[in-house]
């Protein structure tokens, strides 16, 4: 899906920057695999200036780039016009506040997909409660492509978490977290004050 959308994008709005981030290089690797062959299906409707590695650039001045997804990695990019943020769940929240500002010349759209991966990080943190979100859930029984015999099987064969997971699009409470999430926001209460609130550095607390 992120490949199509990318290259739609780059087709059709001439002189876009479109950026294709995935958690690790050997995904980026894969991802522009798929918008090469994509390209190619089309039999190059617009002709390629070039072809890199991980990077297409086309004669109505768009480019379509490739990365892996370090805040490293993805630094010295701006204008972008479509962020893409592939597998969104498992990329580091820092790589989140890195590209967010490549859009703001721009005014371009920022997507993220991903299945879910436990309740935290950014993807889940602007899923439950982001502002501004288009926000779109297919689960895979969803999918004409997926069987239904082979969902049934992974029914069986997975633990019942992680067939929700994978396949329901289910936030689940991650295997090593002690208490649950909802647990953990019950006990947040706005109406308490912190227990040092109203100090200043250095000062100490001097009633009896």
């Not at 597998?87 to 580091?92: G, L």
């Not at 049934?152 to 649950?180: I, K």
Request: proline share 6%; net charge negative.
């Amino acid at each position: 899906m992120a490949a199509l959308m990318a290259l739609h994008h780059a087709l059709y709005l001439p002189a876009s920057l479109v950026l294709v981030l995935a958690p690790a290089l050997r995904q980026s690797q894969e991802l522009f695999a798929k918008i090469a062959g994509f390209y190619g299906s089309l039999e190059s409707p617009i002709r390629p200036l070039a072809v890199r590695r991980l990077s297409l650039d086309l004669a109505n001045a768009s480019r379509i780039v490739t990365l892996p997804g370090t805040e490293k990695t993805i630094r010295g990019f701006s204008g972008a016009s479509l962020l893409i943020v592939d597998e969104a769940a498992r990329v580091a929240d820092e790589l989140y506040f890195a590209v967010r500002p490549m859009l703001a010349v721009s005014g371009g759209s920022l997507m993220m997909l991903s299945t879910p991966y436990g309740k935290r990080g950014i993807f889940f943190e602007e899923w439950s409660q982001g502002h501004g979100w288009e926000r779109y859930e297919v689960p895979a029984y969803s999918c004409p492509r997926i069987p239904a015999s082979f969902l049934e099987e992974e029914c069986r064969a997975l633990p019942a978490r992680v067939y929700r997971q994978e396949y329901e699009c289910s936030f689940e409470e991650t295997e090593d977290q002690v208490f649950s999430y909802e647990d953990v926001s019950a006990a947040i209460s706005g109406e308490v004050a912190p227990l040092f609130a109203g100090r200043k550095g250095g000062e100490r607390d001097r009633s009896a």
